[in-house]
């Protein structure tokens, strides 16, 4: 079989069976003999991995695989001493303080380049988050293997839980994730990482001070944890097309995301993807106002998929939710020491001020901009990116039936939350509402490590279909497959 030695400016390439593009000019100059050009054949994105890149990906995953065979012969022990070590060395000070300067280093490149930095920054409560999410792990009895076993008196049939194998895990620059995703361990698996490139450095240092120190101390293989070191997004096509992957997990914007989920699946990986976020909360006319406002206020107090993004307030009741609602805006904007930002579907009598222009607080700085914009109904279910200053969609409804309707429609189909003080409501609310999570207050709730005191991998929306036997959060602990082992005792058994 031929290779691919070089592109032609204008060259057709077939996708999805039945449609074509065309090599721009570019890709055309950039490609060399040895690179990759991966066809999205959802979309005919042409996505080209240089050889280094690939090369590189290739590694990575080849040090874990090796280390995923190694690590069927490991104690537990090894596991949990790994965590204990990890933990230790990301709460000495000495140590985190390399740590701390290269992410200082990150945060101005990307504040130099008007980037987002609040996931970005290694704030002291994500270092402790970080400690507590391996000390969590430590902790964790780990399951029993031996899940059923079906006796049929001269032999018999056993369920046994196995680590699904390397675990492919590209994230956008959250440093906190490392700590979450190397849970994977504890289940049997190993993990290849791709972060993203403003948390690139921040990354090597704590694999430098931290990581692979611990997996050294612990016993157990270095490539149980590869970090795959390129700043290109390409890295993380390459990656998510090695067929030796157990499963990709993708988590970041969402149509980055969902780009890598079309490669992963198209090279048979299996995926679970966590990308567009946003919550949604809905008012019953029989709110208490004092409850709106309150969740409104403790939905926003950054911006993560689990925020606040859409409320939808029910008519009947919109003359005592209206002031409440914006008051706990305007509370989550003063801790912040920003100004609010809303969006406004549809005709909603708002005090004069909320039309006034103010300085909104954006990644690449402060811009003078209308504090209300109103938008067309089919936006709704966009999300919003903020820095400082909390951003909402705001729309008045005609009943909670209405406003489910649109949350099915058009949101990713992640988090909805009812404020009503009836029983009745929330029942009827559950059973019509398309949501992978679903609450009665704020909707930050939402969260591995709170509220299953599990660290998260990533929140899995139903964007793309509901999931096939697994909550929406994904952790490491949850990540197995089953082994079926027969054991005879009469030699002479047979059908």
Not at 31 to 60: E, K, M, N, Y
Not at 187 to 213: C, D
Not at 266 to 279: E, K, R, W
């Amino acid at each position: 079989m031929e290779r691919l030695e070089r592109l032609e400016a204008g060259m057709p390439i077939l996708y999805g069976s039945d449609r074509m593009t065309r090599v721009p000019s570019d890709l055309a100059d950039a490609f060399r003999a040895g690179d990759r050009l991966v066809v999205v054949q959802d979309t005919g994105d042409l996505l080209h991995i240089p050889r280094d890149v690939w090369d590189s990906a290739a590694d990575a995953v080849t040090a874990a695989d090796n280390a995923f065979r190694a690590m069927a012969a490991t104690d537990q022990t090894a596991v949990t001493k790994f965590f204990d070590a990890f933990a230790a060395r990301l709460g000495d000070d000495a140590l985190f303080a390399e740590i701390a300067e290269a992410n200082q280093a990150d945060v101005a490149a990307a504040r130099a380049a008007g980037r987002s930095v609040t996931r970005l920054e290694l704030t002291d409560r994500m270092r402790a988050d970080m400690v507590a999410a391996l000390t969590i792990w430590r902790d964790l009895e780990p399951a029993d293997d031996l899940i059923d076993t079906v006796d049929h008196g001269r032999w018999r049939v056993e369920l046994r839980r196995a680590g699904l194998g390397v675990i492919g895990f590209v994230f956008e620059g959250r440093p906190n994730v490392f700590a979450d995703a190397t849970g994977v361990l504890r289940s049997g698996n190993t993990v290849v990482f791709r972060i993203g490139s403003a948390a690139l450095v921040t990354a090597r240092a704590i694999v430098a001070a931290a990581l692979e120190p611990a997996l050294m101390e612990a016993g157990l293989p270095s490539g149980a944890v590869s970090l795959v070191d390129s700043p290109s997004r390409a890295a993380g096509w390459a990656m998510f097309s090695d067929r030796r992957l157990g499963l990709a997990v993708a988590r970041g914007s969402g149509a980055a995301v969902t780009q890598l989920g079309a490669v992963a699946r198209q090279a048979g990986i299996p995926v679970s993807l966590h990308g567009t976020g946003g919550a949604w909360i809905i008012t019953s006319p029989a709110a208490d106002p004092e409850a709106v406002e309150a969740a409104v206020y403790r939905s926003l107090d950054r911006k993560v998929c689990n925020t606040l993004n859409t409320l939808a307030l029910v008519i009947d009741g919109v003359e005592a939710h209206l002031p409440a609602a914006l008051s706990g805006l305007e509370r989550a904007a003063r801790d912040r020491g920003a100004n609010p930002k809303l969006h406004l579907v549809g005709d909603v009598d708002l005090p004069e001020v909320w039309w006034n222009e103010a300085p909104i607080k954006r990644a690449e700085g402060e811009i003078i901009e209308p504090v209300t914009e109103s938008i067309p109904a089919d936006r709704l279910g966009e999300e919003w990116e903020w820095e400082e200053s909390p951003e909402i969609t705001l729309v008045v409804v005609g009943s909670i039936d209405e406003a489910v309707a649109e949350f099915n429609r058009q949101s990713p189909r992640f988090i909805a939350s009812l404020i009503s003080p009836d029983p009745a409501e929330h029942e009827a609310f559950y059973s019509a509402i398309d949501a992978a999570f679903v609450g009665n207050g704020f909707t930050r709730w939402v969260d591995g490590q709170y509220a299953l005191e599990r660290p998260e991998l990533g929140l899995s929306n139903w964007q793309f279909g509901r999931l096939l036997g697994r909550g929406g959060i994904l952790s490491g602990d949850g990540i197995y497959t089953i082994r079926t082992r027969m054991v005879q005792d009469d030699p002479d058994q047979g059908r």
